[in-house]
């Protein structure tokens, strides 16, 4: 008894249906421990299937083929990777290890990260951070207990700022496949430096490797762009209803450009409109 082995899934992704290769007549089959959730033994077939619903970290499951004469077994090793968004506005083609996956992050910032395992991005030669994996991070979550105006979160922003092939970070930051190999060559920086322009020295001369040498952005124009970026995450209308010492329905918009909020809500108690805004 046999399967392809090792495999590798994505949380929410349908698997490729797992066939098994065997000799004999085949009465059943069993697997222990449990499949991660969302997957499924065929116990007549012997086939794995399904659409894995949370990240689980690697692991061996143990396939047994029975018949009258006996049993075999075969140890399946199976991980189910999670997926998040990096977020700088969309960063594409910013590299990340997490235990044994690697890649780049695709054109909307998506990146994968095997469950249990920290993940830590980079670019070439410059790792930017090291953080728990979450749906949704920022070079913000790349820093402990910071704010977007501590000088090492400006300074990621700023190198990020730089890296765009087309220089204009406010439609999303694109790192070039031709960057990405220059960076190979390129040795870890403090992100904690007075002086990021010295640092990045050679980084800011290969950036004409994209048709036009970069200047590097300011830390005012790191701190405008990426709390526009903050507040473009969070904006969109919202909905719903709320309770405790009063209770009711409330609707609001949270701008896009400058993150002001208006709307209203309605206490059913007191039958009153109460208008938001800020």
């Avoid at 070079?139 to 704010?147: K, M, S, Y």
């Avoid at 980084?203 to 830390?219: K, M, N």
């Amino acid at each position: 008894l046999s399967y392809s082995s090792p495999q590798s899934a994505t949380a929410g992704s349908a698997i490729t249906a797992l066939n098994p290769t065997v000799t004999g007549t085949v009465a059943s089959y069993a697997v222990s421990p449990a499949l991660p959730a969302g997957l499924a033994l065929n116990t007549t077939t012997g086939v794995i299937s399904g659409t894995p619903t949370a990240p689980t970290a690697p692991g061996t499951y143990t396939v047994t083929a029975t018949n009258a004469g006996g049993n075999t077994t075969f140890g399946l090793q199976l991980q189910v990777n999670g997926t998040g968004t990096f977020m700088d506005s969309i960063v594409s083609g910013l590299g990340f290890t997490s235990g044994n996956v690697t890649g780049n992050t695709d054109a909307n910032g998506r990146f994968t990260y095997q469950a249990g395992s920290n993940i830590t991005f980079r670019v070439g030669g410059i790792p930017i951070g090291t953080v728990a994996p979450a749906p949704l991070l920022t070079p913000l979550d790349l820093v402990a207990n910071a704010t977007s105006t501590h000088l090492t979160v400006q300074n990621i922003v700023r190198f990020l700022m730089l890296l765009d092939s087309d220089g204009d970070p406010a439609n999303g930051i694109t790192i070039s496949e031709a960057l990405r190999g220059r960076a190979a060559n390129w040795t870890a920086v403090d992100f904690g430096t007075t002086d990021l322009a010295t640092a990045l020295a050679t980084v800011i001369l290969d950036t004409q490797v994209d048709g036009t040498q970069r200047a590097l952005p300011s830390g005012a124009a790191a701190v405008l762009h990426f709390d526009n970026t903050f507040r473009c995450m969070f904006s969109g209308y919202f909905r719903g209803t709320y309770a405790g010492d009063d209770n009711g329905r409330f609707a609001f918009t949270i701008a896009p450009g400058h993150g002001g909020m208006a709307g209203a809500a309605y206490s059913v108690p007191e039958d009153e409109l109460i208008l938001l805004g800020f």
